[in-house]
């Protein structure tokens, strides 16, 4: 993984030759370079020349990478104590909202996930080379000592820096040695995660720290080596995935599925899912991304296009099922990976759903043996991958783990069980390989995350003494109280910064709160609340439509919590509660509404 493409001092920069440096930025991609990338780049190395005249004491890094958002940011320029980060746009004579949260989006990065970032201010510039002039050089700074994005054209860009540089404070040099080596801990939503990971990035350059990233790296290498195994052997086997909260399971599993899917792309890989929203979510994402990567390099393609190859990669597993029951035929899927293992039905459950919404008269399988059955079909070889999450059969008629042991005691005898030490059971199986590899023990949540969740828990549970107990562990959280919801809502737009997003989630039992404009019976369309504009009044950022945790369960971008209580009740009957999640990921925005402690707006 290369942190950055090209990194050197103004001074350094007449060594080096235009040939040179492009020869060092092409180096570094693993597939050709598009024309418009070629023609970029030009651009910019003839620029930086111009730029190093000016900036004599300037360190330059061109294609610096952002991990969380899988890019990479043009330039940065690291002079008097400040971090410039600088996006291009060439050609362009305009500065479109896009560009300009794209441009933030990368500050914010660097000020949440990159440790030698935390404490410097950072200043983010659009630069659209073919502007008359900047729609906007006053510096604003955030309370974090992050700069609102600045627009400019390509000569006003080295005068801006330099003013900065006279008028405001930076703190002392930055060492670019050190900063470039400094630790990144991003952590990614499971939208960015999934685009990154389906676009070609490694795992090791989405996750938040060291020690995740070998985590996830060991069983992800243990599940290839175990396929491959199976492949050459003609066997079928099947391996269980474990974790403790918050290790990335699900990440594993869409890392798995997309690495199989580039380089065996024969096998079709797919990740299985039985939550509807997130398969749709996840689906346009994917197409959005995919469609904006092919107008960059000037590749055809569309939407629908783009749809209809995520949705061969993500499916909903019910789907799944329905069309193995309609065809004995195998499936065309050779490695398959579920998520959420745990909560498939046992015999009760999928029988009665079968017999009355399906017809199937006698049906008589759990949903564990009715999918191993559906991968038996295969007559030489298949693995399946099961993600399991501990302790989470919420709903009627979920067996657990153990329903897909038995299922493999009972009727799978001859598949090779690979399973971690850590899945404690009593079934014996004929074939069982035990993978210590197979256990995600680091948690890849911010651990301040953790404690905030913590605190909702309780507040929403009406427990005050232990909410009380874990604020005082959250001395960097803003935990802000309002009987206005108005007020939240002005508070979070003027707050939301860049691609971060907020929303309105309320209690599905909350039905008080219709007055209010909130309608916890409505339904919203996933897709367009988690990925729309904010323009879009379906858009969660346009805070007029509410999820009640139905949809957002499993994609973790929840920003506001309401309750519909009377209004006035002791603190140990806390009556409302809510949190705004920052898509930035480590620093979160809790609004609980209680009747004190916490700082009114």
């Not at 913590?454 to 909410?467: K, L």
């Amino acid at each position: 993984m290369h942190r950055t493409f090209v990194s050197l001092a103004a001074s350094d920069l007449s060594n080096a030759s235009n040939a040179e440096l492009y020869g060092q930025l092409s180096g570094k991609l693993s597939f050709p370079v598009e024309p418009t990338q070629r023609s970029a780049w030009n651009y910019q190395i003839n620029h930086l020349r111009e730029l190093a005249n000016d900036l004599p004491d300037a360190h330059f890094s061109m294609e610096f990478l952002i991990p969380r958002m899988g890019r990479r940011a043009d330039l940065i320029i690291l002079l008097s104590g400040f971090v410039f980060v600088v996006e291009y746009k060439v050609g362009s004579n305009r500065f479109d909202r896009s560009s300009l949260n794209q441009t933030y989006g990368y500050g914010l990065d660097l000020k949440h996930f990159h440790e030698p970032s935390h404490e410097r201010p950072i200043v983010p510039i659009l630069v659209a080379t073919e502007a008359a002039g900047g729609a906007s050089r006053e510096l604003v700074w955030d309370d974090d000592d992050l700069a609102q994005p600045l627009s400019v054209s390509a000569d006003e860009l080295a005068p801006t820096i330099i003013c900065i540089c006279q008028t405001s404070n930076g703190g002392d040099p930055i060492d670019p040695v050190a900063w470039l080596a400094g630790r990144y801990k991003p952590t990614p939503t499971i939208v960015e995660a999934a685009q990154a990971l389906y676009s070609g990035h490694d795992v090791e350059e989405i996750s938040r720290s060291e020690a995740g990233a070998e985590n996830l790296t060991v069983t992800a290498d243990y599940v290839f080596a175990a396929i491959e195994d199976a492949k050459a052997k003609q066997k079928k086997i099947i391996c269980f995935i474990t974790g403790v909260p918050g290790s990335g399971k699900t990440l594993a599993g869409l890392n798995l599925a997309t690495a199989r899917q580039r380089s065996h792309s024969d096998e079709h890989a797919v990740f299985l899912s039985g939550n509807g929203p997130l398969v749709a979510v996840l689906r346009e994402a994917l197409a959005i991304d995919a469609v904006a990567q092919a107008k960059a390099s000037e590749t055809s393609s569309s939407k629908t296009v783009e749809k209809r190859r995520a949705s061969a990669f993500i499916q909903n597993i019910h789907h799944f099922r329905d069309e193995a029951l309609a065809s004995d035929l195998p499936p065309d899927e050779k490695v398959a990976v579920f998520d959420e293992a745990q909560r498939a039905w046992d015999v009760e459950q999928t029988s009665k759903f079968m017999q009355q919404k399906k017809g199937q008269v006698g049906f008589s399988m759990s949903e564990p043996e009715f999918l191993l059955s559906v991968m038996d079909r295969h007559p030489d070889w298949c693995a399946i991958v099961c993600l399991v999450g501990g302790g989470q059969e919420i709903n009627t008629g979920e067996a657990g783990i153990d329903e897909w042991l038995r299922a493999l005691e009972r009727s799978f005898a001859h598949w090779e069980v690979h399973i971690p030490e850590a899945l404690k059971t009593n079934i014996q199986l004929p074939v069982q390989v035990h993978a210590p590899a197979l256990h995600l023990a680091t948690s890849i949540r911010s651990f301040r995350a953790e404690k905030l969740s913590d605190f909702i828990g309780h507040v929403i549970d009406g427990d005050a003494a232990a909410a009380r107990h874990i604020h005082d562990e959250l001395p960097d959280y803003p935990l802000l109280i309002t009987r206005d919801l108005d007020a939240a809502r002005g508070w979070l737009r003027s707050r939301r910064r860049g691609y971060e997003r907020a929303g309105l989630l309320a209690s599905s039992n909350a039905a008080r709160l219709k007055p209010h404009g909130v309608f916890v019976k409505a339904k919203i369309e996933p897709e367009k609340w988690f990925l729309a504009d904010v323009g879009d009044v379906r858009s969660s950022d346009a805070l007029e439509t509410n999820d009640t945790h139905s949809c957002s369960q499993g994609i973790k971008t929840v920003p506001l919590l309401c309750h519909s209580y009377p209004t006035r009740r002791p603190i140990d009957q806390m009556a409302h509660a809510g949190w705004r999640n920052r898509a930035a990921g480590s620093r979160y925005h809790c609004e609980a509404i209680r009747q004190y402690r916490f700082r009114w707006v």
